[in-house]
Antibody, heavy 122, light 107 residues
Framework: EVQLVESGGGLVQPGRSLRLSCTVSGFSFDDDAMHWVRQAPGKGLEWVSGISWNSGTIDYADSVKGRFTISRDNAKNSLYLQMNSLRSEDTAFYYC???????????????WGQGTLVTVSS | DIQMTQSPSSLSASVGDRVTITCRAT??????LNWYQQKAGKAPKLLIYAAASLQSGVPSRFSGSGSGTDFTLTISSLQPEDSATYYCQQSHTTPLTFGGGTSVEIK
């Protein structure tokens, strides 16, 4: 069974940092690209960042570029999102998602985690 | 960036109705268009990828069509469990972008 489990969310003050993790099982993690997608409460989906199977291609939404860093450790079946200089507008549920292909721009996200809530507030 | 516009933003239909949701891209994206279903409090679920390919395990009443800039998701016979929000997403070019969503309510 494919499972993606996010962790690391919580309440953080503006300007501070947080690191999200996503641990996966049930598939060959190093076969496919991975992504972070967020959803502010009651709002739509926003792609945050994606990383190819071998970390050779990485990209970000403009809204987080320069503040967030995506990475993966294929040996540990884990995906990460380092979030620095957090703002109130970063408050959202953060989902990790598996791509159907190796590349960052591919054919959709076929498995998702349950999400972890990040709240940025003083 | 490629903007994705969905219509309608919400709809209400009866069980058994045929439901159509449209998605338009601001640039040509070939068939790099995916559809997701999200139920309240849950993660999104991939329904259709590459504009018209049915994801494994998804009921055949869901279908997708289109190419270029205009795409359609059709539910051939609406079921009670289809009450959800549906999102399109382009995977042609980063930043990957989603449509604003269509909320489907069962009358």
């Amino acid at each position: 069974e494919v499972q993606l489990v996010e962790s690391g969310g919580g309440l953080v003050q503006p300007g501070r940092s947080l690191r999200l993790s996503c641990t996966v099982s049930g598939f060959s993690f190093d076969d496919d690209a991975m992504h972070w997608v967020r959803q502010a409460p009651g709002k739509g989906l926003e792609w945050v960042s994606g990383i190819s199977w071998n970390s050779g291609t990485i990209d970000y939404a403009d809204s987080v570029k320069g503040r967030f860093t995506i990475s993966r450790d294929n040996a540990k079946n884990s995906l990460y999102l380092q979030m620095n200089s957090l703002r109130s507008e970063d408050t959202a549920f953060y989902y990790c998602a598996k791509d159907k292909v190796q590349a960052v721009a591919g054919n959709g996200f076929d498995y998702w985690g349950q999400g972890t809530l990040v709240t940025v507030s003083s | 960036d490629i903007q994705m516009t969905q219509s309608p933003s919400s709809l209400s239909a009866s069980v058994g109705d045929r439901v159509t949701i449209t998605c338009r891209a601001t640039q040509r994206i070939s068939n790099y268009l995916n559809w997701y279903q999200q139920k309240a409090g849950k993660a999104p679920k991939l329904l259709i990828y590459a504009a018209a390919s049915l994801q494994s395990g998804v009921p055949s009443r869901f279908s997708g069509s289109g190419s270029g800039t205009d795409f359609t998701l059709t539910i051939s016979s609406l079921q009670p469990e289809d009450s959800a929000t549906y999102y399109c997403q382009q995977s042609h070019t980063t930043p990957l972008t989603f449509g604003g969503g269509t909320s489907v309510e069962i009358k």
